[in-house]
Nanobody, 125 residues
C-alpha cells in the first residue's frame, strides 16, 4: 500500500507560481513512478506529468511543458510539482498518483495504482 498526501494548493494570479508537494508513505514507495493528474470543473481527469523511480526521467502534458517541473526527493519520499506562468485554464484539483510502470506517453487515470485526495489550484485572470 502507498499513501499519498498533497499540499500547496491555493489561489494565485495568472502569471504566478505555486509549488505542490506530495508526501508518499509505504514500504515500497521507491518502486513506483510518481505522477500528477488534474481535474477541472466539468472535465475528465487529465494527465499532467510523471517522474521515474530514480527521478532521472520526466514526461509532461504538452500544454504544461516548459512551465511545470516535476522533481522527486527520495530521502523525503516527496514529489513536487513546480508550476510557473500559471494560466486560468490550469485551475483544477491536482492529484498525486503512483504507478508501477514508467513510460513516456500520456497516462490514463485507470493506469495509476494509488491516488491522493487532491489539492485545489485556482488561477485568477
Amino acid at each position: 500500500q502507498v499513501q499519498l498526501v498533497e499540499s500547496g494548493g491555493g489561489l494565485v494570479q495568472a502569471g504566478g507560481s505555486l509549488r505542490l508537494s506530495c508526501v508518499a508513505s509505504g514500504r515500497t514507495v521507491g518502486s513506483y513512478a510518481l505522477g500528477w493528474f488534474r481535474q477541472a470543473p466539468g472535465k475528465e481527469r487529465e494527465f499532467v506529468g510523471v517522474i521515474s523511480r530514480s527521478g532521472g526521467s520526466t514526461y509532461y502534458l504538452d500544454s504544461v511543458k516548459g512551465r511545470f517541473t516535476i522533481s522527486r526527493d527520495s530521502a523525503k519520499n516527496t514529489v513536487y510539482l513546480q508550476m510557473n506562468s500559471l494560466k486560468p485554464e490550469d485551475t483544477a484539483v491536482y492529484y498525486c498518483t503512483a504507478t508501477t510502470y514508467y513510460y513516456e506517453t500520456y497516462y490514463q487515470a485507470r493506469e495509476m495504482d494509488y491516488w491522493g485526495k487532491g489539492t485545489l489550484v485556482t488561477v485568477s485572470s
